[in-house]
């Protein structure tokens, strides 16, 4: 059983940035399918950005160029640098997690494919 818990949300302006973190706990953090989505009110969840076990990553092409995500393995922890950001990012933002190496590839985390997910955190953008 993995247990995922975000932190790092908050309200900034137009143009700030932000970062969130997400600590792991259970074992085999490294070898699994890591992935950031979010849901705006109204919305379906999306996929924002993916890291395999490999250190590939996958972004939306929504936020490619401004987001970043990566890795602390020893820390069995997952961050999302959020930079140039918009009040269209304005969303509940959730971890998430796949010991199925393949959903990094395939796109399952795009489309909420994953098997484990945090509670989000709220990132709000005012203009």
């Known amino acids: 059983q993995v247990q995922l818990m975000e932190s790092g949300g908050g309200s900034v302006q137009e143009g700030g940035s932000l970062r969130l973190s997400c600590v792991s706990s259970?074992?085999?953090?490294?070898?699994?399918?890591m992935a950031w989505s979010r849901q705006a009110p109204g919305k379906e969840r999306e996929g924002v950005a993916a890291?395999?076990?490999?250190?590939?990553?996958r972004y939306a092409n929504s936020v490619k160029g401004r987001f970043t995500i990566s890795k602390d393995t020893a820390e069995n922890t997952l961050y999302l640098q959020m930079n140039s950001l918009k009040p269209e990012d304005t969303a509940m933002y959730y971890c998430?997690?796949?010991?199925?190496?393949?959903?990094?590839?395939?796109?399952?985390?795009?489309?909420?494919?994953?098997?484990?997910w945090g509670k989000g955190t709220l990132v709000n953008i005012s203009s």
């Open positions: 259970g074992s085999s953090f490294s070898a699994y399918c």
């Open positions: 890291i395999g076990s490999d250190g590939l990553t």
């Open positions: 998430a997690a796949s010991p199925t190496v393949a959903d990094c590839v395939s796109g399952a985390w795009r489309a909420n494919g994953m098997d484990y």
